[in-house]
């Protein structure tokens, strides 16, 4: 089976512009994450759905960040605007429901750089 | 805050050497346990887990970790690292009350010399 994809794998926008991530998640799994890396610090979570519905955004750092997942297939993080300090790697990962809950795979990541 | 320490940013060893990592979480009651690897221009892959059950648990590619519930730790071992082991490692921490979120350590870079 397909893993989760990610695109782009690199993102360069200036400060104040509007980026926008995408994830797919791999068929049929109902849970999708969002992660960030942000240099040299630890992977924190963002926000986790549950098809179309947000499960859990406590870690969403603010309302620059707005995530989708319209019709619960694949979803998207935009940042609008963006400023320096959301320069970093961001990772999408998926998990099914039932027994496999809890197991997640990831993406490759985008890697965004804010100038 | 809960938290996850990964004690070692950076390892460095040769090849047949032994490897430990080591990781501690701060919370308290039930939590499943992981530990990922990201190889060079790869994505992150589960290494191993703990849910429940043998605290000594073995994963893919000869890893093992040990649950240590008294000391809030789980550490990831491997007897002799090849070449190939070379990676960034991470432990994350699931808090079964708080959804599935995983909570990650800092990583820790382990290059192994040939």
């Known amino acids: 089976e397909a893993g989760v994809t990610q695109f782009p794998s690199h993102s360069v926008i200036e400060k104040g512009q509007t980026v926008t991530l995408r994830c797919d998640p791999i068929?049929?799994?109902?849970?999708l994450y969002w992660y960030r890396r942000v240099m040299g610090k630890e992977i924190k979570f963002l926000l986790h759905?549950?098809?179309?519905?947000?499960?859990?955004e406590s870690g969403m750092p603010n309302n620059r960040f707005l995530a989708e997942r319209t019709g619960g297939t694949y979803s998207t993080l935009k940042v609008q605007p963006a400023e320096l300090e959301d320069s970093g790697v961001y990772f999408c990962a998926s998990s099914r429901t039932g027994t496999g809950l809890n197991e997640q795979y990831f993406g490759p990541g985008t890697r965004l750089t804010v100038t | 805050a809960q938290s996850v320490s990964q004690h070692n940013h950076h390892v460095i060893l040769s090849e047949a050497a032994s490897l430990e990592l080591g990781c501690n979480y701060s919370y308290g009651g039930t939590v499943n346990l992981f530990w990922y690897v990201q190889y060079p221009g790869q994505h992150l892959q589960l290494l191993l887990k703990y849910f429940s059950g043998d605290p000594l648990v073995k994963g893919i590619k000869g890893f093992e970790a040990e649950f240590i519930k008294s000391k809030f730790s789980f550490n990831l071992r491997k007897p002799s690292v090849q070449w190939s082991d070379t990676a960034e490692y991470f432990c994350a921490v699931n808090k079964k009350a708080a959804g599935n979120k995983l909570t990650f350590g800092g990583g820790t870079r382990v290059l192994v010399k040939p």
């Open positions: 068929s049929g799994h109902d849970n």
């Open positions: 759905f549950v098809k179309e519905s947000k499960q859990d």
